[in-house]
């Protein structure tokens, strides 16, 4: 149990254009979920915190507007970056917390993203 | 905010060895303290997890020990084998807001045949 799922994996786009990643949990319900962002040889950075039906909660110094993030349902969060830009390559990896759980996060397996 | 300092960064040691990999926190109202390994390219595996109101567990040739006073836990790994080499991040978190997890810098373990 609590398998965490994300797509794509890998993706690479052009500079200005928008990607969307999926985070998904297979077997459980979350009512919260996390993102981070890991640059290489680096260590795991928290962007934000969704809770289903409600706005995002953003970690200082990481812009609202162009990390968007939704989580509509129990089993489903959504990362845009919108007009993405080559600092914005980097290894995008999802978390999520069972409902009713105290503390545990179940991992997803990150999304590569390159942005030429 | 937490705080959590991790060493050593990098760890090599021969099949069959111990390893042991330390951490430190600041906040001391975190109370749930996760260990995980990262092999390349992949997410982070929960591998073992302790809680405030317990000193020690172990989990086969794995094994994590806390001491609340002087605020650092350690990991143990016993009999080290050729795949147990990745990178190894403790992490601490504390029972107030989200409970978000803050991560130490990460351990690259080698272990050579």
């Not at chain 2, 099949?15 to 001391?28: L, M, N, P, Q, R």
């Not at chain 2, 050729?82 to 991040?89: G, I, L, N, T």
Request: glycine residues 6%; proline residues 4%.
């Amino acid at each position: 149990g609590a398998v965490v799922s994300q797509h794509p994996s890998r993706v690479i786009c052009k500079s200005g254009t928008s990607v969307k990643i999926e985070c998904r949990s297979l077997d459980f319900q979350a009512t919260t979920m996390f993102w981070y962002r890991q640059f290489p040889k680096q260590s795991l950075m928290l962007m934000a915190t969704s809770n289903e039906g409600s706005k995002a909660t953003y970690e200082q110094g990481v812009e609202k507007d162009k990390f968007l993030i939704n989580h509509a349902s129990l089993t489903l969060s959504t990362l845009t970056v919108t007009s993405a830009h080559p600092e914005d390559s980097s290894f995008y990896i999802c978390s999520a917390r069972r409902a009713g759980a105290l503390n545990e996060q179940f991992f997803g397996p990150g999304t590569r993203l390159t942005v030429l | 905010g937490e705080n959590v300092e991790q060493h050593p960064s990098t760890l090599s040691v021969q099949e069959g060895d111990s390893a042991v990999i330390k951490c430190t926190y600041s906040d001391s109202a975190s109370n749930y303290f996760p260990w995980y390994k990262q092999e390349l390219g992949k997410g982070p595996q929960l591998i073992i997890d302790i809680r405030s109101n317990v000193g020690e567990k172990k989990d086969q040739r794995i094994a994590v020990t806390l001491n609340k006073t002087a605020k650092h836990f350690s990991l143990h790994i016993t009999e080290t084998q050729p795949e147990d080499s990745a990178v190894y991040f403790c992490a601490a978190s504390s029972p107030s807001g989200y409970s978000t997890l803050t991560f130490g810098k990460g351990t690259m373990l080698l272990v050579s045949p």
